[in-house]
């Protein structure tokens, strides 16, 4: 792809923050509405220029069905689905089209969308907002020599998690490493070794290791961070995908008895503030992941 080329579709690229009502908050995507005439390379190439975690392309679409291709891309590589690069789309395309129900066939499988724009979104003064149902969710437990290498590359102890919320291996879309941490302190002083959690993330396939604090434990209030060193970034401020893992983590500990919403807070220490509502059920293998999103200014 020429340097000309690539300006040219920049050109076309929606900026939207996804998990906040704020551009200032939540976690930038980018959004090409039309993608079909480029290929892989070419997406990479774009999604590099852009520089955030993820850029979302449509490749294919049959508006009469609301039915669209939808691929991710990090600034390195492709990624099988992006939670917070589909609210982003989504909200891009309720926008144009009208809000209600969207599909996407991405390379996680189906993923439906519903999006609102009613009095309870734009019209009130908010963004607009859409609600993810994530492939089905489920987790399993870590290998206890495995956590102790990822320990090692955050700068963590076993003293540091929390024993009420065992390492797993999460699963969404995308595998995602699962580590509790037994402070709010601990989550928030992250220095951890880039290389190290790289190489460890790339040989296992996950996608974030999804770093959570729990507020209390007769509440399902988490806080949330997310390494990202696979796709070149050290943190990324709002993860949808990690949060749908999530959902079927807690499932699977048997910590859902009954139809469950659980907030996560994110990126509040790096300054980008987002809130993630994650609905999960214990006998619906799929997660339920609602954010609002909004254009960036300039962009």
């Known amino acids: 792809m020429t340097a000309q080329s690539t300006d040219r579709t920049l050109d076309h690229v929606l900026r939207y923050s996804a998990f906040t009502t ?9 959004v090409v509405l039309d993608a079909a005439a480029l290929d892989d390379a070419e997406m990479v190439a774009v999604a590099a220029r852009v520089g955030y975690s993820e850029t979302a392309f449509i490749t294919t679409r049959d508006e009469a069905a609301r039915r669209y291709g939808l691929r991710y891309f990090s600034p390195r590589a492709e990624v099988a689905f992006c939670g917070h690069a589909t609210i982003a789309t989504a909200v891009a395309l309720a926008e144009r089209i009208g809000p209600g129900e969207l599909v996407f066939d991405t390379m996680a499988g189906e993923i439906r969308v519903a999006t609102t724009l009613d009095e309870e979104g734009a019209g009130a003064g908010r963004a607009p907002q859409a609600t993810l149902t994530s492939a089905p969710a489920h987790s399993r437990p870590a290998d206890e020599a495995l956590t102790e ?15 009420a ?3 797993h291996i999460a699963f969404a879309g995308n595998d995602h490493l699962v580590l509790a941490a037994a402070t709010r302190e601990r989550l928030a002083a992250l220095d951890y070794d880039f290389d190290a959690l790289e190489e460890l993330m790339r040989v296992h396939g996950w996608t974030t290791v999804h770093l959570v604090w729990r507020e209390a434990a007769d509440r399902f209030d988490f806080h949330a961070r997310d390494p990202f060193p696979p796709g070149g970034v050290v943190e990324d401020p709002a993860t949808g995908a990690a949060a749908a893992a999530f959902g079927g983590y ?3 500990l048997g910590l859902v008895s009954e139809p469950t919403r659980v907030r996560i807070r994110q990126g509040e220490d ?9 609905d999960v059920r214990p006998d619906d293998e799929r997660v339920r992941v609602t954010g609002r999103a909004v254009r960036i200014p300039g962009a």
């Open 22 to 30: 704020d551009p200032s908050g939540g976690n930038p995507a980018g």
């Open 149 to 163: 290498q990822v320990l090692k590359a955050l700068r963590w102890t076993r003293d540091d998690l929390d024993p």
């Open 165 to 167: 919320l065992p390492p």
């Open 250 to 252: 807690l499932r699977a």
């Open 270 to 278: 790096m300054g980008r503030p987002s809130d993630l509502l994650v």
